[in-house]
């Protein structure tokens, strides 16, 4: 497994990846052709921002991209993390790995002194991924569902442990 930045040319990788099991429990619909150089130019343009608020990475698996992970910066001091990856490489230890790295940058290069992510609760997995990567569950937070339910979020954070 290997991260590396996103370019144009992953867009219909992108649309592979958000799709079926992977958007149930995240943005609820399907990304279309049409829709992800967008997504990509806007990762391109955060990317490029001074100072700099998010780092997106695509996750690569023999070369090919089958995931997106994301830290966005919320405060001076902390961050979160949100991942996805193509339903059909699921439960080989990618997601781990790719919060490992991730949480190891937060906490160098973006200097941060915490993490946190959440995961839709019938989604379980992504919380073994948050738990196997170091991360404590912290509690639950209302999330509005597309069919304007509220959804109880489970919440996770990570500190760093050299500060
Ligand atoms: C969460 C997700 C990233 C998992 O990716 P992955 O590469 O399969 O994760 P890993 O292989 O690193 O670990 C998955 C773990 O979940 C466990 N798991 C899988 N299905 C499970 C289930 N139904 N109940 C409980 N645990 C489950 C696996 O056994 C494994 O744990 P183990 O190593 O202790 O056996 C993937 O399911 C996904 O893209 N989901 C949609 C997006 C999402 O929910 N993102 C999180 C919010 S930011």
Do not use: C
Request: charged share 20%; aromatic share 8%; glycine share 8%.
């Amino acid at each position: 497994m290997a991260l590396r930045a996103l370019t144009l040319d992953d867009a219909p990788a992108l649309t592979r990846i958000y799709s079926g099991a992977s958007v149930r429990y995240t943005t609820g619909r399907a990304l279309s052709l049409d829709q992800a150089p967008e997504k990509i130019r806007s990762a391109l343009v955060r990317a490029a921002a001074t100072p700099r608020a998010q780092w997106s990475w695509g996750i690569l698996a023999a070369d090919e991209m089958i995931g997106l992970i994301a830290l966005r910066r919320r405060s001076p001091v902390m961050g979160t993390i949100s991942y996805i990856l193509r339903e059909d490489t699921w439960g080989n230890g990618y997601a781990t790995d790719a919060a490992q790295q991730v949480v190891a940058f937060a906490f160098t290069t973006a200097g941060l002194e915490r993490v946190e992510a959440m995961h839709h609760p019938a989604n379980p997995a992504s919380g073994r991924v948050l738990a196997k990567a170091g991360f404590s569950r912290s509690g639950t937070t209302d999330q509005p569902a597309a069919d304007g339910a509220v959804v109880p979020y489970e919440t996770y954070a990570i500190r760093n442990r050299a500060r």
